[in-house]
């Protein structure tokens, strides 16, 4: 099994700040495997990132997403308010899903 | 509109069985794997486990193997996760998914992610 761990566990931010969120993974991960997802209470998780790198439809491009093999990061570059949220990494090799625990993103 | 749209909440005894569903519409429900993802205050979002409706080809999470059952019917764009005895345990938000695989222009592969989501089923196991 892959363990995704993530850091900060939570992360208090101002609006406009930049935010950099990681996930590391317990063995290497292709890319392609990894993707990123925000998660709002009393709503459905939403992709964010796909790949790794790529954004998902209608996502703003100050969501950006990087790394590979073991270590992965989401930025975002500016927060917006409905940007404060928790945050999933969460990888697709076969035979056995994982997500990350998860990094809390509040208003400082 | 590309959906999946998940049954109501349910409240249930420990020990009796329930079969939650998950409809899914506006796409070709046998081309996405749908997979089956618990969300609990103490552990986050796990995933329980995938499955092709085409053929109703499953992969398990060990963790959930042999306590929940995930099964699809195609004919009815619809997949299904069951217990046969719940536990207070159970009680969690449970959502479907439907996964996306994109390709380069080449053909390989570019990612493979969750990009269509069920509004989630609240189970609440209590005696």
Request: aromatic share 12%.
């Amino acid at each position: 099994e892959i363990v995704l761990t993530q850091s900060p566990g939570t992360l208090s931010l101002s609006p406009g700040e930049r935010a950099t969120l990681s996930c590391r993974a317990s063995q290497s991960v292709t890319s392609k495997y990894l993707a990123w997802y925000q998660h709002k209470p009393g709503q459905a998780p939403r992709l964010l990132m796909y790949g790794a790198s790529y954004r998902a439809t209608g996502i703003p491009d100050r969501f950006s997403g990087s790394g590979s093999e073991t270590d992965f990061a989401l930025t975002i570059s500016r927060l917006e308010p409905e940007d404060f949220a928790v945050y999933y990494c969460q990888q697709s090799r076969r035979p056995m899903y994982t997500f990350g625990q998860g990094t809390k993103l509040e208003i400082k | 509109e590309v959906q999946l749209v998940q049954s109501g909440a349910e409240v249930k005894k420990p020990g009796e069985s329930l079969k939650i569903s998950c409809k899914g519409s506006g796409y070709t429900f046998t081309n996405y794997w749908i997979g089956w993802v618990r969300q609990t205050p103490g552990k986050g979002l796990e995933w329980m486990g995938i499955i092709y409706p085409d053929d109703s080809h499953t992969t398990y999470n060990p963790s959930f193997q042999g306590q929940v059952t995930i099964s699809a019917d195609k004919y009815i764009t619809t997949a299904y996760l069951q217990w046969s005895s719940l536990k207070a345990s159970d009680t969690a938000i449970y959502y479907c998914a439907r996964q996306d695989t994109s390709y380069y222009a080449s053909g390989s592969q570019k990612g493979v992610a969750f990009d269509i989501w069920g509004q989630g089923t609240m189970v609440t196991v209590s005696s």
